[in-house]
C-alpha cells in the first residue's frame, strides 16, 4: 500500500504542485481584491460626539434619580406630618365637640362665662 501512494505522489506530483499553488494564487486574489470595511475620519468622529452625549444623558439622569430619591424621602416626611396632623385634628375637633355638647347643661352665668373666655 505504501508503495501504491509513493507511486501516486511521484506520478501527479506536478499535478498536486499546480494545485496548491492555484489555491494559493486564488486566495490572495481574493483577499486583495474584497474590500475592507474601514470608517472615515468623520463617522469615527460623529460616533465619539454620540457616546459623549449619551455619556452627559447618563449623568444627567443619575442626578435626575439621586433628586427623585431625595424627593421622595422629603415626601414621606410630608405624609407623616400630614397624618400627625389629621391626628391632632380629630382630637381637637372631639374636645370642641364636648365643649358645646356641654354648652346644653350649663346655667346662665356658666354660659356667659364660657363666651367670654372663648371670645375674648
Known sequence: MLSSV??????Y?????????G????????????P????SEVDKYKIQLIDEKIGEINRNQKKIDSNIIELRKELIGLNKTI??????KIVIK???DKK???VDELND???DSFFTNRYQ
Do not use: H, P
Not at 509513493?6 to 506520478?11: A, S
Open 23 to 34: 489555491l494559493f494564487i486564488l486566495y490572495w486574489l481574493i483577499y486583495f481584491t474584497t
Open 36 to 39: 475592507k470595511n474601514q470608517m
Open 13 to 21: 506530483y506536478k499535478v498536486i504542485i499546480g494545485v496548491v499553488i
Open 109 to 111: 352665668a356658666q354660659l
Open 6 to 11: 509513493k507511486d501516486f505522489f511521484t506520478r
Open 94 to 96: 372631639e374636645v370642641y
Open 100 to 102: 358645646i355638647n356641654r
Open 83 to 88: 397624618s400627625t396632623i389629621k391626628k391632632e
